[in-house]
């Protein structure tokens, strides 16, 4: 089993930046794939960002983020982050960490096998 909890979320003024972590547990492997998923109230979860590979540079992104977030991770640690910056109020949402047992990636919500609860950011216009 594999536990992923989320925290650094909160409230933000339009335009500023966070950043999110997500701290895995338990039987985590170097080949799974670590993703960011958002959802805003009545809306479906959205792909946010996807570490294609654990241990290297490797990114996927979705086009509304890209050049503005950045997804990391510090394998020792067992932890992914997703910076973001430039943040616009129609990105309010809980953030979810996503971990996928295969070696490919997807940004496809039913392929992901391991979810945290989700933190709740907060973007002010």
């Known amino acids: 089993q594999v536990q992923l909890v989320e925290s650094g979320g909160g409230l933000v003024q339009a335009g500023g930046s966070l950043r999110l972590s997500c701290t895995a547990s338990?039987?985590?492997?170097?080949?799974?794939?670590m993703a960011w998923f958002r959802q805003a109230p009545g809306m479906e979860r959205e792909f946010v960002a996807a570490s294609i590979d654990w241990n290297g540079p490797y990114t996927d992104y979705a086009d509304s983020v890209r050049g503005r977030f950045t997804i990391s991770s510090d394998n020792a640690k067992n932890k992914v982050y997703l910076q973001m910056n430039s943040q616009k109020p129609e990105e309010t949402a809980v953030y979810c960490c996503?971990?996928?047992?295969?070696?490919?990636?997807?940004?496809?919500?039913?392929?992901?096998?391991?979810w945290g609860r989700g933190t709740q950011v907060t973007v002010a216009s």
């Open positions: 338990g039987r985590i492997f170097s080949n799974y794939r």
């Open positions: 996503a971990a996928r047992d295969s070696i490919n990636n997807s940004r496809r919500p039913a392929a992901y096998h391991y």
